[in-house]
């Protein structure tokens, strides 16, 4: 099982906070650190300081890590045409040595979208700006050195590119779609993915899906075993009741719900909803860290959680 440390930095981060964190993840041995890609807080925090650019966070912690991977869950398609984004992303894998991976979705979040003047199209069109994105990133990437890329697409229009620059793994960054769609997402994620996740649902969700995808990837052709399946769930661990109800105080959640729904209590109880997910399949859990002052939450997870799973 792979253990991957996810921030919400939206809800209200600066770039050193975010840089403690992933040097903690690093030092505690976590295999990534992955953020999150928006640009307005959520619920009643007032997202002080503001919003911090995935990518360009990504790049610079790019330079002051040398070992997790690095990544976003995820991009919005609507953010980014999707040739400077190969671009920055290339360039960003580069800059790592070649530990970036691309989650990449429709986007959802209408009111960030209009807090930055960004325009937001109906649902279908989000999927065919998404899917389209998805064979131009991965075009520009696979094209050899020396040869053109051409796409023509409803939204999106490629001639005669150089599709350059290349990022430094081979064919390509690792490419992350999820959600919970019953067709189009597990059909995209067959044709694209290396990877598939699901955030935040419970098990008999993530368990149908699993299977969907499954599914789609044997109509594409291709081996279910190839895809990496991951979910992503709050954390919030203490070795006490009292230290599990401060850190559930802290990022404003009930300890039950937590429990119901996230990897929740003590260290023996998340090692033992993980395995419940693992059960079904996933490989690869992402923890979402909300308090990010609150380090010692990652020692006790990568001392007491992580040798118990991995």
Known sequence: MDFR???E???????????????????LGFDAFFRSDHYLAM???DGLPGPTDAWTTLAGLARETSRIRLGTLVTSATFRYPGPLAISVAQVDQMSGGRVELGLGAGWFEQEHLAYGIPFPSLGERFERLSESLEIITGLW???VGDRFDHDGTHFTVKDSPALPKPV????????????GPKRTPALAARFADEFNIPFQPLDAVSAQYERVRAACVDAGRDPSAMTFSVALVLCCGATEVEIARRANAIGRDVDELRANGAAGTPAEVVETIERYRAVGASRVYLQVLDL???DHL??????VVPQIS
């Open 43 to 45: 619920g009643d925090g």
């Open 169 to 180: 793994q081979s064919p390509r960054p690792p490419i992350i779609v999820g959600g919970m």
């Open 142 to 144: 696979q094209t050899p």
């Open 5 to 7: 440390i996810f921030t």
């Open 293 to 295: 002052a609150d380090l």
């Open 9 to 27: 930095p939206q809800q209200g981060a600066s770039y050193d906070q975010l840089l403690a964190v992933a040097k903690a993840t690093e030092d």
């Open 299 to 304: 020692e006790l997870v990568a001392k007491e």
